[in-house]
């Protein structure tokens, strides 16, 4: 398995939550993460049968039907198949331009390579089916808490150059969890996360891309305030 460590935990939560739930996809998975990239963070992974089905043509999982295959409890009988669940997301990242790709565009004009995790692991396509998942009321529940505290974890783990939260709910919520780690510098203009010895860029945004997508001027303005950032860290 990669990324043997993280993925475990990833295991163990949904062990915890969802064990013999038939109804439930099972979570993102992580490959080995890439050290001093730019680490792109979103809410939480979508699901869409056709969308997947469009992603894996001409692939060795054409035939694959994603309503089956990423039940929880399909891959938890089988924890070989996590690295199957690490490939698929490569493919979305590599065929998915909608969503990555300004992701892409920001690495190549900075020269720097890049990577996606999401705040929560949960896969779900309705934003207010997902929001009654980590809700009681207006409070987050213990599965969303757990969530981030493993978040949290990951972003020690990977120690990017730079981090950019590419959504305004995350960004929301992630500021309010990680305020005791947020340091705001008024000469640069952005804010360091820091955790032990960490000292990391970070920006807080709403989406890059799609309907709710920063307009082009505030994205060159993010694109440039980025190349700041990680030019003198």
């Known amino acids: 398995m990669k990324n043997q460590k993280i993925n475990q935990k990833i295991i163990e939560l949904w062990n915890k939550y969802f064990k013999n739930n038939p109804d439930v996809y099972s979570p993102l998975f992580y490959e080995d ?34 309503t089956v295959f990423f039940k929880w409890s399909n891959i938890s009988l089988n924890l070989n198949l996590v690295d199957d669940c690490i490939k698929i997301e490569n493919y979305a990242q590599a065929k998915y331009p ?4 300004r992701p892409i565009e920001i690495s190549k004009k900075l020269g720097v390579d890049w990577q996606h995790i999401d705040l929560f692991l949960y896969k779900e396509t309705s934003q207010k089916d997902f929001m009654e998942r980590i ?13 981030i505290v493993l978040f949290e974890e990951i972003l020690v783990e990977v120690d990017p150059r730079c981090i950019i939260v590419g959504n305004a ?9 990680i305020k005791n780690d947020l340091l705001w510098d008024e000469s640069r203009g952005f804010h360091w996360f820091t955790r032990g010895s960490k000292k990391i860029p970070i920006f807080f945004s709403s989406m890059l891309s799609g309907q709710r997508a920063l307009d082009r001027w505030s994205y060159e303005r993010l694109v440039w305030h980025i190349g700041q950032a990680i030019k003198n860290k």
């Open 135 to 147: 809700r009681d009321g207006k409070k987050l529940n213990q599965f969303a808490l757990d969530q």
């Open 98 to 101: 909608l969503y990555f790709g």
């Open 33 to 66: 993460f890439k050290k001093d990239s730019l680490l792109f963070v979103g809410m939480n992974p979508s699901f869409s049968a056709r969308g997947f089905k469009s992603i894996l043509k001409d692939t060795e999982y054409t035939y694959l039907d994603p």
């Open 169 to 177: 709910f995350a960004s929301e919520l992630l500021r309010e969890h």
